[in-house]
């Protein structure tokens, strides 16, 4: 069964500071993974994906993120925070299951920015 | 413009009740998903759809029930089985292909009262 890990429930980061959002995933075969982000009482929005290719995948906003097939994680980073990048952020894998696409996401990780 | 719709946004059921969120896109888009977010659990899959008339169980798919009859068109609903129907509902879809990400909805806030 394919499963995503975000071991940290919130990340607290200075204004200006970069950042990391950590994110490893469990699947067999190869992995697309994904991050989304959810800003309060709302849906998520989509930041970058990584499907093959180049193991730093650059997404909207000026988020970035490095595939590491070794340590079968995928985290998001950014090099300078903003107070408005202050959300809920979600890691997700799609793999076949059953014969079906499916898609898991992590518990999600709350970034705070701190002016 | 094109997206997702969900209605309502808020809703309110009595202990015993069913109730049905719905869910529109216009996007021409394949597949139709529905999830559950509750705090600290992230989002979990109920069901989803590939095509019309079709549709699969998801990791909580108990005290739910779905049905596609129209490609836009993906309605949910909490039967009085689903012991604890209190959460946010997320409707998603994307188009078929493993590389297309998915397109949210705004969500249906579910509270029991």
Request: glycine share 8%; aromatic share 14%.
């Given at each position: ?115 | ?10 809703l309110?059921r009595?202990?015993?009740q069913n109730v049905t969120l719905s869910c ?10 529905w ?11 109920i069901y ?7 549709f ?5 798919a108990?005290g739910y029930s779905v049905s ?6 993906f309605p949910l609903t909490v039967t009085s089985a689903q012991?604890?129907p209190?959460?946010?509902y ?20 579910l509270?029991?009262?």
């Amino acid at each position: 069964a394919q499963s995503v890990a975000q071991p940290e429930d919130q990340v607290n980061v200075a204004e200006g500071n970069p950042l990391t959002v950590k994110c490893t995933y469990s699947v067999s075969g190869n992995p697309y993974l994904f991050w989304y982000v959810q800003y309060p009482n709302r849906g998520l929005q989509f930041l970058l994906k990584y499907i093959t290719g180049d193991n730093l995948v650059k997404g909207s906003y000026g988020f970035e993120a490095e595939f590491n097939k070794s340590q079968t994680s995928f985290h998001l980073k950014k090099p300078s925070a903003l107070v408005s990048d202050s959300a809920l952020y979600f890691c997700a894998v799609r793999a076949y299951s059953g014969g079906y696409q499916k898609v898991t996401f992590g518990t999600g990780t709350k970034l705070q920015v701190i002016p | 413009d094109g997206g997702i719709t969900q209605s309502p946004k808020y809703l309110f059921r009595k202990e015993g009740q069913n109730v049905t969120l719905s869910c529109e896109q216009n996007l021409n888009h394949d597949a139709m998903y529905w999830y559950r977010q509750d705090p600290g659990q992230g989002l979990r899959l109920i069901y989803y759809s590939q095509i019309v008339n079709d549709f699969q169980k998801g990791d909580i798919a108990e005290g739910y029930s779905v049905s596609r009859e129209k490609k836009e068109s993906f309605p949910l609903t909490v039967t009085s089985a689903q012991k604890n129907p209190t959460a946010f509902y997320l409707c998603a879809s994307r188009i078929q292909g493993a590389a297309n990400v998915l397109t949210f909805g705004a969500g249906s806030r579910l509270t029991v009262l």
